[in-house]
């Protein structure tokens, strides 16, 4: 059974609320500051043989891609900004054409300071996948995610960083592949000296489908603990 609340009406009020979000942003202060546009395209392929035959005229498989993304930004204030993102990525396989896709993104960023301590930043991607070859569009999907940071300078040495997020995942032709993924993290930074900082992260997911669906609900678990160190 399709999700109550469609992909589409998700994706509509997302764009809304982003929208909103930017028409109430301090435009004042942004006049301190000129936009910026940066951009990339981007080319290759690359080759798939049986191992240490370079040079075999007969290769197991072979593909080409090509990507660009052009992305605008806007500085508001010192640490306070936002984007817009634009991406499009295209894969051909010689072989393996079950593969041959077409990837549009489009990603959308609001950071901004709620005191001198206490940041938002506020994530919005739309992601439309569709693959070439026919008799593989089954695989197309459409993807929502949403993600909320809240970072806290708490002094000097100690800064923490609450994370929320929120997927979801809706196929055109097997709606009973439709998911919704939640993830919540927790993050701590700590600089012991001059020289070495550490970094802690607890992170927690979670996966849920239609009763009907096809694929198994999920959970995990993650911690991770990242230091740099100044020889």
């Not at 982003?18 to 301090?26: D, E, G, K, N, Q």
């Amino acid at each position: 059974m399709k999700n109550n609340i469609s992909f589409l009406s998700i994706t509509v009020f997302f764009v809304l609320v982003f929208i909103v979000i930017l028409l109430s942003a301090p435009v004042v202060l942004a006049k301190d500051y000129q936009p910026e546009i940066t951009g990339s395209f981007e080319s290759g392929d690359r080759l798939y043989t049986d191992p240490g035959s370079w040079e075999n005229d007969d290769p197991l498989d072979y593909y080409r891609y090509d990507k660009q993304w052009l992305k605008y930004k806007q500085q508001l204030a010192v640490g306070e900004y936002y984007y817009l993102k634009l991406q499009r990525q295209e894969r051909i396989y010689d072989q393996s054409q079950s593969y041959n896709s077409l990837n549009l993104e489009t990603e959308g960023n609001y950071t901004f300071y709620l005191t001198e301590k206490l940041r938002n930043r506020f994530k919005l991607l739309l992601r439309d996948k569709d693959y070439l070859e026919r008799g593989y569009d089954y695989k197309d999907y459409q993807l929502a995610r949403i993600q909320y940071t809240l970072q806290y300078g708490y002094n000097d040495f100690h800064d923490y960083e609450l994370i929320l997020q929120k997927q979801w995942t809706e196929y055109e032709l097997s709606p009973g592949s439709d998911y919704q993924r939640d993830r919540i993290a927790l993050k701590w930074g700590w600089k012991l000296s001059s020289n070495l900082e550490v970094d802690t992260k607890i992170q927690y997911d979670w996966q849920r489908n239609d009763q009907d669906s096809s694929r198994s609900d999920k959970a995990g678990r993650k911690i991770s603990f990242k230091f740099k160190y100044k020889l």
